[in-house]
């Protein structure tokens, strides 16, 4: 039994809120159970150095945690000068996941920069932040559209995030902190609506897995992934 009650491939309530902020091109509020990030994807006419006059767009992203988005207050990582290597990580991963499925040369000299600010943590903040800078990102990007800066869609398909994991020998969908902190074996897996994998990490945590094991947290991703996009496309009213 997990300690909240869901079954192994159960995954925990979630919902993405649309246009939750009203300054920025596209923003939604995204929660994964006690999970909650703020997403917002703002749309700026220039690109980073090294793209200039290559005809194509890039999107990027930031993340950052609230100070009591945790059991305990966390200092600022403004107020220590530096980010730390977690917070880089998962930055990157992010926008590594949207770029995967946006055509960055139908974007044009444009570049969308998605910045997800974890409000409150109770496990799979990266997965939340994904699976929301996605709705974001559809957002702003419509606009772009409908504005007729761009003629094409650039974003070719969904992509999503979830966690997986080993807990007391049993593999188990989108873990809570309790799940995560106790875990024998966890990963994140992120997946686009067309079957495709961008990225998997899966880490022992004292307790290793077979193949088999590996392709039961997959089946379990895939499970929880078909929830998060026709969740996705319900806020984005597609």
């Not at 990582?77 to 998962?90: D, F, H, L, P, Y």
């Not at 926008?95 to 044009?108: C, Q, T």
């Not at 875990?183 to 088999?212: H, K, P, R, W, Y």
């Amino acid at each position: 039994m997990r300690p909240s009650g869901r079954a192994p491939d159960q995954i925990r309530e979630l919902s993405f809120e649309p246009g939750f902020t009203i300054h920025a091109e596209g923003s939604c509020l995204v929660s994964f159970g006690g999970t909650r990030v703020l997403v917002t994807a703002s749309v700026e006419d220039k690109v980073p150095p090294f793209l200039r006059g290559k005809g194509q767009g890039w999107v990027t992203a930031e993340y950052g945690m609230l100070p009591r988005a945790t059991h305990t207050r966390g200092n600022r990582e403004a107020a220590k000068g530096k980010q730390s290597g977690r917070t880089q990580e998962i930055q990157r991963l992010i926008g590594r996941s949207l770029r995967a499925v946006v055509d960055l040369k139908a974007l044009g000299e444009r570049q969308i920069i998605v910045d997800c600010d974890v409000i409150q943590a109770d496990g799979g903040t990266r997965t939340a932040a994904i699976s929301g800078a996605w709705v974001a990102l559809r957002i702003a990007v419509d606009k772009l559209l409908a504005a007729k800066a761009i003629a094409k869609d650039p974003i070719q398909t969904q992509v999503a995030a979830v966690s997986c994991g080993i807990h007391n020998g049993t593999a188990v969908l989108d873990l809570d902190y309790v799940e995560d902190s106790t875990a024998g074996s966890d990963g994140n897996f992120v997946l686009t609506a067309d079957g495709a994998i961008v990225e998997a990490q899966l880490t022992a945590e004292g307790e290793t897995f077979d193949e088999e094991g590996l392709l039961r947290l997959l089946r379990l991703a895939r499970i929880g992934c078909k929830a998060i996009f026709e969740a996705q496309l319900r806020a984005t009213g597609r």
